[in-house]
Nanobody, 129 residues
Framework: QLQLVESGGGLVQPGGSLRLSCEPSGFSAEYYFIGWFRQAPGKEREGVACISSATGFRYHADSVKGRFTISRDNAKRTVFLQMNSLNPEDTAVYYC??????????????????????WGQGTQVTVSS
């Protein structure tokens, strides 16, 4: 089964930057889409940025568009999330996820959590002065 391991979280000041990494192992070829989701305390898990392995198309949520960028290292199948101009509102646990059966990167990011079968353990991002 596919396994996903996140890294790169930490504590940064507002306006700072972080880059998260998602390292897959297992049957990664079975998955058409990889995405980053985040969950703040007391809030629903939300899709942040997703990418299609079939087309290379990417989707970024309006709340992070222009600040976050999702990308992929095709050789190692590692997926990155570059986060710039971080705000306190970005504080959350960030998870990478994988699934098949959707048609667009946007659809991946809008997928309900219970319909995604592969999740990483999460990495904490805290933005505070």
């Amino acid at each position: 089964q596919l396994q996903l391991v996140e890294s790169g979280g930490g504590l940064v000041q507002p306006g700072g930057s972080l880059r998260l990494s998602c390292e897959p192992s297992g049957f990664s070829a079975e998955y058409y889409f990889i995405g980053w989701f985040r969950q703040a305390p007391g809030k629903e898990r939300e899709g942040v940025a997703c990418i299609s392995s079939a087309t290379g198309f990417r989707y970024h949520a309006d709340s992070v568009k222009g600040r976050f960028t999702i990308s992929r290292d095709n050789a190692k199948r590692t997926v990155f999330l570059q986060m710039n101009s971080l705000n306190p509102e970005d504080t959350a646990v960030y998870y990478c996820a994988a699934r098949r059966g959707v048609s667009t990167a946007q659809a991946m990011c809008l997928t309900r959590s219970e319909n995604i079968g592969s999740w990483g353990q999460g990495t904490q991002v805290t933005v505070s002065s």
